[in-house]
């Protein structure tokens, strides 16, 4: 049996730090070729969209396009803030950025002309540079919630999902809803969904972001929290209906894990306008 696209790239690597290691050698080799090229009409700066402050994308990206900056040395870039992978696809294939990240099934949607952003538009001024990491779809509540799995998420549960048009946004709400969860949906920045879920303003937040997740550290640091594992079951119905893949966050990625999380993932690539 043919291998589904979103399983064919498990080697690459799965937590921040090796991405970033696989991202420095990448970004040598390309500025060591582009140090042989002809400059004559390039720009004299460059921004990488991200997403919000407190995730992965954006130490990630603005980490690589610093990185691209200070080995091509007469050339200035940087990490943008934007919405995600669904408004970085739409800036790169629009000339607005120079590079983005996006994940798989925000790309397939653009590319199919489903994006939210721009229903009917086909997005295909956006090409894979290089596979980053997966992200793995995971969801955090304080244990003074009693939460501990999914299906005791309460109906009604005001659930963080994330900026707007984000990964988490756009494919979170699609699986809760898959397995049976009734909520009501909230919008934020990782770090803003964090003080939320403190505050009581929250009752989840469902996260999917590169591990470790900067704002889950920061909330085990602050309080205690449940992070909550897919069952088998759910994992399966998951992958049956979506673009994502069979994952497990390890124990170590977190002081509150005693063991590996099973949960889903979706793949991220580093993008760029194809011409």
């Known amino acids: ?56 994308y954006y130490i990630y990206g603005s980490g690589w396009a610093n990185l691209i900056a200070d080995e091509l040395g007469d050339m200035s870039g940087g990490g943008e803030v934007t919405g995600g992978p669904t408004q970085n696809l739409a800036l790169v294939h629009n000339g607005d950025i120079s590079f983005g990240m996006a994940t798989m099934g925000p790309a397939a949607d653009a590319m199919n002309g489903e994006s939210p952003l721009a229903p009917g538009v086909v997005m295909d001024n956006a090409c894979a540079m290089f596979p980053m990491y997966e992200t793995p779809f995971s969801i955090t509540a304080l244990s003074s919630s009693g939460i501990e799995s999914i299906s005791e998420i309460p109906d009604g549960a005001r659930i ?58 920061q909330l085990e640091v602050q309080t205690d929290v449940n992070i909550i594992e897919f069952t088998e079951e759910e994992q399966q119905a998951a992958i049956a209906a979506f673009p994502v893949s069979e994952f497990m966050i390890p124990a170590n990625t977190y002081e509150t894990l005693e063991e590996d999380a099973r949960a889903v993932s979706m793949w991220n690539f580093a993008i760029a306008g194809c011409d």
Do not use: C
Not at 5 to 24: F, Y
């Open 1 to 56: 049996m043919t291998a589904p696209k979103h399983a064919l790239l498990r080697t690459a690597p799965r937590t921040l730090g090796m991405a970033l290691a696989s991202s420095a050698l990448i970004g040598g080799l390309l500025v060591s070729a582009s140090a042989q090229a002809d400059r004559e009409g390039w720009p004299e700066s460059f921004t990488m969209g991200t997403a919000s402050q407190g995730g992965t």
């Open 160 to 217: 963080g999902f994330g900026p707007s048009g984000s990964t988490s946004d756009t494919y979170f709400p699609a699986i809760l809803e898959e397995l049976g969860i009734d909520f009501e949906r909230r919008n934020g920045g990782w770090t803003d969904l964090g003080g939320q879920l403190q505050d009581g303003l929250l009752d989840v937040i469902a996260f999917a972001a590169g591990i470790p997740i900067p704002a889950v550290s």
